[in-house]
């Protein structure tokens, strides 16, 4: 893509390649997607619509992710305004295509950043209320941004849980991105901070216990989102579940 548009003969490449498998298909946005930031506001509609056009016969969710509401260079009123009318549009864009919208919380990147609380996308959900809207609990950016803001994260769960129709898995410490300066992604594992994607049972999230009280929307999707660097280096386990390797 370029410029919000598709360029033809590459997307051709991508979806042959694509329907030669029997997968559901779910396609993440630009990591950099932020609906509230005025600057580049329509660029990123126009880059979702487009993606969402090129996409259409294999894919059942477009993952976008909940802008800024306080940073130090974008803040000031409006944003949610702003960020609520956008979803809205892409709902609606999604609508006779059986797509579903689902909204991902981030983390904050630095000491100066706020991102939305699970509570506050939940909320911005139930006030777009769109049948192609569904909020997506990412479990590890919720466990460093509770940490960064002092939010009790359980409750931050509960919280999402009755509107959430997308799920993001991989463990973490829960220690913020911006704690130390690191300069290596061998070095955040080796603290334990920001936003690690390792498999369960690596961190220290009581999964056990998260899932037995939380219910989700019908047809939630969950994906496990373990870092490549890691993924072939150990079997995944559950908290106390013993693996073994040949």
């Keep these: 893509m370029v410029g919000g548009r598709v360029v033809p003969k590459r997307a051709e490449r991508l979806i042959a390649l694509t329907r030669q498998f029997d997968f559901r298909y779910t396609v993440h946005r630009v990591v950099s997607s932020n609906l509230t930031d005025p600057a580049v506001y329509r660029y990123q509609i126009d880059a979702a619509k487009a993606l969402l056009e090129f996409a259409l016969g294999s894919m059942r969710a477009l993952i976008q992710h909940s802008g800024l509401f306080a940073d130090q260079v974008l803040d000031g009123p409006g944003l949610e305004e702003r960020e609520r009318e956008a979803v809205f549009e892409l709902a609606e864009f999604c609508k006779p295509y059986d797509v579903r919208i689902t909204f991902e919380n981030l983390f904050a990147m630095d000491p100066g950043q706020c991102q939305q609380s699970l ?4 909320q911005m959900a139930k006030a777009v209320s769109h049948l192609n809207l569904v909020a997506l609990i990412d479990f590890s950016h919720a466990y460093s941004e509770s940490t960064h803001r002092g939010l009790n994260f359980r409750e931050q769960l509960r919280a999402m849980a009755p509107v959430a129709g997308h799920l993001h898995v991989h463990d973490s410490f829960g220690r913020p991105q911006g704690l130390h300066r690191t300069y290596l992604p061998q070095e955040d594992a080796a603290l334990g901070i920001g936003d690690l994607h390792m498999p369960l049972g690596w961190g220290d999230i ?11 929307l019908p047809g939630t999707v969950l994906v496990m989102e373990i870092g490549p660097a890691i993924a072939t280096s150990s079997p995944i386990a559950w908290p106390g579940q013993k693996t073994s390797s040949a």
């Design 206 to 216: 009581e999964w056990n216990d998260v899932f037995s009280e939380l219910a989700f």
């Design 119 to 122: 509570a506050e996308v939940a």
